[in-house]
Structure formats: structure tokens, C-alpha cells
């Protein structure tokens, strides 16, 4: 099948087939081609595989994403009345989890709203987009340079919970149990995906400890192996400083049951265990 991406110039074109073998459906990616004659002597000499997808799932989330990433116009079994709608419903397709038909559908209800509320809908999107900030300290999100949190005289300003991205702000304040800073990192250490420490607010983190006078540094990072790396470096940059760093508990969750808890879980439940109190 031939689909043509209009971010490309005119005679540029990708080319991808989907085969099936021992009931598997794959999606083979070849090289971009300025033309179709070429395809021939591509796939005779040199066949490209970016992707070999062995599930019919996959395969369909795959080619969601390549008409997201690139911007295709139209789909082969989808016309549009109108180009306006088409490009609205393109535009709502980008955000994560949302296929074509959910963007459609929420395109067309927007339609049927007044047009009051569609401006209003649109122009909190734009000040979302050109007025919000990052807390400078804490890297938070906030509609200051310095946000709620930091500024708040009732908060242990000797505590400072790291966390990967604003959601887990969120989620900790959601519990009430926590009255110290946090700093956001933006992402956590990731060779594969070419993040490194330069690449997230490590630096800044360090630099808080002297001129705030922190005491003890709480990371909460998620359990994998990505997290106990960033974990580990922060560790070594602390070090130094005579700072305590202490990480939240890991293992089975209010609720579960040990049967259904896997052994690595399990295995640090028992290892981090507490004294039982009533």
C-alpha cells in the first residue's frame, strides 16, 4: 500500500505492507522512495525493517502513530465533508490515547456546543499553552515563577521530595502525608532513549542543598530499572554532602494478597519489613 505524507515533497513517498505468516500479522516498513518504480530494486537488495509488529493490536497502534507522526490528511476508508473538520479531528488524533474515531467524535459534539463555550474551550488552551510556568526551584507547575508549594510557610523547608514528573506531585499531595518541597526531575535516566543526567534537573537539585539547608532528600521514583539508576546517581551526588537520602517503601500494596504478588516485590517486603505496632 502506498500512502504519501504531505510533510514530504511531492515524489516522496513510504511504503509499507502487512503480511501474514503462522497466523501473525506484521508491519514491514520499508525505505522512503522518491518513486514507486524503485520499490522493486529496494526490496530486492536492500529491505529496511525500522518495525516487525507480531500482533494484530500492535500492528494497528503502530500505523495510528505513523498517521499521527506524520500528519497524514486522509485515511483511505475515511472522507470528510468538510476540510475544516478533517483538520480538527487530525489535531485532536495527536494527543496521546486518542484514536481517529474518538477524535471525530469529540470534534462533532464540540460542533453542537454554543460558541461561547468553544471560545472558552479554545482560550483556555491557549493560556495554558503561553502563560503557565515552572516553579524555579522546584521545576512544579505553577502560574509564578515560584509556585504555592515553595512559597507556603507551612511546609518543611529541610525536606525535599524527588519525583519524576508533576503527576506524582499530584498524586503525593493527594495523600496528605507529606509537608516538605519537592523538585521535579522531567524524566528519568534512560541510555536507550538517549536521556542522560544532563538531560533532567540533577544539577539544580544539588544546588538546593547548601543555600536551603536540606537535611534529607526523600526519592520517589518509580520501581524500575531506569528509576534505580537515577536513583543511584543522585545517591553519588549527594554523597558528598552529608545529606540523608532515604527512598518510600516498596511492597505489597494495601489490599493484595501474596499469592498474586511477584517475587521481586515480595522479596524486598520481607527484606524492608517494619516492627508491628497497634
Known sequence: MWVRFPTCNKDEYYWWISCKSNRQT???LLAKVRKKS??????????????????KFAYLQIFSYLCRE?????????????????????????????????SLRHVLWLLKQPEADV?????????LRHEVQYCKQCHNISDQEVC???MSPNRDKHTICVV???????????????????HVLGGIISPMDGIGPKDIEIDSLVERMAPEAIQEVILALPSTMEGDTTNFYIYRRLQPLGVRVSQIARGIAIG???EYTDELTLGRSILNRTEFKC
Open 119 to 127: 471560545d472558552a474551550f479554545a482560550d483556555a488552551l491557549k493560556r
Open 26 to 28: 506484521h508491519l514491514v
Open 148 to 150: 504555592p508549594i515553595c
Open 70 to 102: 506524520f500528519g497524514i490528511l486522509r485515511t483511505m476508508n475515511q472522507n470528510y465533508p468538510s476540510i475544516l473538520l478533517e483538520q480538527a479531528v487530525n489535531q485532536f488524533a495527536q494527543l496521546p490515547g486518542v484514536g481517529r474515531k474518538s
Open 164 to 182: 519524576e514528573n508533576v503527576q506524582d506531585v499530584m498524586q503525593i499531595e493527594n495523600t496528605g502525608q507529606y509537608t516538605g518541597l519537592y
Open 256 to 258: 493484595g494478597e501474596i
Open 38 to 55: 524503485e520499490l522493486c530494486n529496494r526490496f530486492q537488495k536492500k529491505c529496511i525493517l525500522e518495525k516487525i509488529i507480531a500482533n
